[in-house]
């Protein structure tokens, strides 16, 4: 990790978005560097829940066995094996069985998703590393930025994701789970011709990790660099987003 760019960020981040809560990120590696691993039975099922420590500022690292959630090992890379009855899990379920969680209309809508959609992540590494954007170290080279961000600094992060290019979507919002949004996603993503951000954080069995007025939105750091670069001869220097600033306020929400 580069510290100036590092620190160049931080130093924009508080001038233009008010000291508002800093982005986590993550990386693949075969060597924990300044991280807690968490090991298996130890942490929820679900990482998003996890997470909320990274943000707190406690970098965590996840192998195959730290991750308990079948859907969560397959998005995070270290699984090409979906789950048993997923058709079923993300539809009506099954009677005594299966609770379906009623996301999609039927299981053949669900087939024709996973057949359709998401080609399969194998995870570069034997671990997957967060860490809030303060704590990375030279040694530490993120792939990703994540953002858990009200609608006022998503429209910032939007704009300045498209300042630099004449397409209209930078940015997209695939149907996912919570961790597609921001590891799946956006690190398939770093491997595009033209990287995009996502937005995310719609998957209602993950809202309640995320605090209520805020979605989640992710950059592949191959395009997080131009954002950060950009930043000073952006709009963030107008009338119209000074405006906005005033409504950014520097209390950061209870991470839970």
């Known amino acids: 990790m580069d510290m100036k760019a590092k620190n160049m960020f931080i130093h924009n981040w508080n001038k233009f978005f008010n000291n508002a809560e800093l982005p986590i990120s993550f990386y693949y590696t075969d060597k924990v560097w300044q991280a807690d691993l968490v090991k298996p039975g130890t942490g929820p099922r679900c990482i998003m829940s996890s997470l909320a420590k990274v943000r707190s500022g406690q970098s965590l690292a996840f192998d195959a066995d730290g991750v308990a959630c079948e859907g969560g090992k397959t998005y995070l890379g270290f699984s090409s094996d979906i789950g048993k009855d997923m058709e079923y899990f993300l539809s009506y379920g099954i009677p005594g069985k299966v609770e379906g969680e009623r996301l999609k209309k039927t299981p053949e809508i669900v087939k024709q998703f996973l057949q ?11 671990y997957i590393v967060f860490k809030r954007w303060d704590m990375l170290e030279a040694e530490d080279s993120p792939a990703v930025v994540i953002f858990y961000a009200t609608a006022d600094i998503i429209s910032g992060l939007m704009m300045l994701a498209s300042f630099d290019e004449a397409e209209q979507n930078t940015v997209i919002a695939p149907w996912g789970s919570g961790c597609s949004y921001i590891v799946y996603h956006p690190y398939m993503e770093t491997m ?6 996502v ?3 719609f998957d209602i069995s993950i809202r309640s990790f995320i605090p209520k007025d805020r979605l989640t939105f992710s950059v592949p750091m191959n395009k997080f660099a131009s954002m950060v670069n950009d930043m000073e001869e952006s709009f963030l220097i107008s009338k119209p987003w000074k405006h906005i600033q005033k409504r950014i306020t520097q209390d950061n929400p209870k991470i839970s």
Not at 116 to 126: R, T
Not at 192 to 197: E, G, K, L, S, T
């Open 116 to 126: 359709k959609n998401d080609p399969p992540l194998k995870a570069p590494g034997k």
């Open 199 to 201: 937005m995310g954080g």
């Open 192 to 197: 595009a011709p033209r990287p995009r951000a």
